[in-house]
């Protein structure tokens, strides 16, 4: 069965700074798709951003932007420019890209960010 | 567009009451998904639909947690009897199954249930 991991429960940023979320997964599959989700104080999952496996550019939406190293298995979230807004609970979660359990989000068990002014 | 709509928003019932938690996904997604948050155990899937049909069930902790969706847009997750250790964040989750693609989920924004 896949696993993610994030190593750190807890971070913090000053505002307008640059932060680095770690997640690690463990898997044999070779088609997959990494997501990290953000929950905000209103329990609302929010998608942040998205990678194909197969996909060697790292994507990027805005100031988040990821580091996906396929071969080390890891995926981290790096947040440039950090606002007060962006204090959260993220998450990352991958999903198999084929076979019967295509469906299933495995998440890691988040990483709390705070954000200082 | 409306995103997924979950009822109630909080819920606080007793040891021993039936508890209905309601979701209606986005339309035109034709997979669903429940979910349940704790401190201890993070998010765990519990149950996951199909086209309305039941496919994945063994994240259901227990007989008394049953899962139904009747049409396209409109699922129910109810426990009877609740107990204290259901107390949580319970999330209803939608996606386009759509082959080869992020098939993302889409969650609504969960019901905080406790059980006194």
């Known amino acids: 069965a896949q696993t993610v991991t994030q190593s750190q429960p807890e971070m913090s940023v000053q505002e307008a700074e640059t932060v680095t979320l770690s997640c690690t997964y463990d898997?044999?599959?070779?088609?997959?798709?990494l997501f990290w989700y953000k929950q905000p104080p209103s329990r609302q999952m929010i998608l942040v951003i998205r990678q194909e496996a197969y996909k060697q550019q790292n994507a990027t939406e805005n100031r988040f932007s990821v580091n996906f190293q396929k071969a080390a298995k890891s995926f981290s979230l790096k947040i440039s420019d950090s606002q007060l807004g962006d204090a959260a609970m993220y998450f990352c979660a991958y999903r198999s890209g084929s076979g019967g359990s295509n469906y299933k989000l495995t998440f890691g068990k988040g990483t709390l960010l705070t954000v200082n002014p | 567009d409306a995103g997924v709509i979950q009822s109630p928003r909080h819920e606080v019932t007793e040891m021993g009451q039936e508890v209905t938690l309601r979701c209606k996904p986005i339309?035109?997604?034709?997979?669903l998904f429940w979910y349940r948050q704790t401190m201890m155990r993070g998010l765990e899937l519990l149950i996951y639909?199909?086209?309305?049909?039941?496919?994945?069930d063994s994240g259901m902790p227990e007989d008394r947690f049953s899962a139904k969706m009747p049409n396209a847009s409109f699922s129910t997750l109810k426990i009877q009897p609740s107990e204290p250790r259901d107390s949580a964040v319970y999330f209803c989750?939608?996606?386009?199954?759509?082959?080869?693609?992020?098939?993302?989920?889409?969650f609504g924004p969960g019901t905080r249930l406790t059980v006194l």
């Open positions: 898997t044999s599959e070779s088609d997959y798709y």
């Open positions: 639909f199909n086209n309305n049909v039941p496919i994945d």
């Open positions: 989750a939608s996606s386009p199954k759509v082959w080869h693609t992020y098939n993302e989920q889409f």
């Open positions: 339309s035109g997604h034709n997979s």
